[in-house]
T-cell receptor, first 116, second 109 residues
């Protein structure tokens, strides 16, 4: 399976600022996703990062708040903008090589964000 | 709204017992089904996936799928304290993976 490097691993940010999270994969992957895991909760898909086009956002998530870039098949960034305490969460990058039937999806180690 | 439901926990079993974790899903078009394990403070790791009706075994783990009943389960045989974690059921459909809320398993020594 792919090896994912996600940075930063944690950060404490001030209200109103932004945080950009990076996801680097050791091989080319078809699918890259960004998830959020709020304390004690399961994973919620934020968006699918599409290479060469705009990300596909899930209901309740918008590009202005969560801009995503994916310049190539091994790298993506998620920015969480205009931070508020409600954004305190763990953000996870996930990747898959084509249909998950054969491979499943692999997760990065996550970014723990605390907004103060 | 496509949903993935896991029975409420936490679940506690004695060491050596069989732990049974259950999951139902609402979208009949779902294609494949996954079980992830998540230790506290860590990211989810894939344990098993299944896409055909029936059982699939991998070591102490058995995944069971019944598409007619929209039901998937995970059995852990000879449970060990190291199996204590949160187990997440995930369903693939419409090009994305949707997760259940997870169930926390505690294996008592």
């Amino acid at each position: 399976s792919a090896v994912i490097s996600q940075k930063p691993s944690r950060d404490i940010c001030q209200r109103g600022t932004s945080l950009t999270i990076q996801c680097q994969v050791d091989s080319q992957v078809t699918m890259m996703f960004w998830y959020r895991q709020q304390p004690g909760q399961s994973l919620t898909l934020i968006a699918t990062a599409n290479q060469g086009s705009e990300a596909t956002y899930e209901s309740g998530f918008v590009i202005d708040k969560f801009p995503i870039s994916r310049p190539n098949l091994t790298f993506s960034t998620l920015t969480v903008s205009n931070l508020s305490p409600e954004d305190s969460s763990i953000y996870l990058c996930s990747v898959g090589k084509g249909q998950p039937t054969n491979y499943g999806y692999t997760f990065g180690s996550g970014t723990r964000l605390t907004v103060v | 709204q496509k949903e993935v439901e896991q029975n409420s926990g936490p679940l506690s079993v004695p060491e050596g017992a069989i732990a049974s974790l259950n999951c139902t899903y609402s979208d009949r078009g779902s294609q494949s089904f996954f079980w992830y394990r998540q230790y506290s403070g860590k990211s989810p790791e894939l344990i098993m996936f299944i896409y055909s009706n029936g059982d699939k075994e991998d070591g102490r783990f058995t995944a069971q799928l019944n598409k007619a009943s929209q039901y998937v389960s995970l059995l852990i045989r000879d449970s060990q304290p190291s199996d204590s974690a949160t187990y997440l059921c995930a369903v693939y459909g419409n090009s994305k993976l949707t997760f259940g809320k997870g169930i926390t398993l505690s294996v008592r020594p």
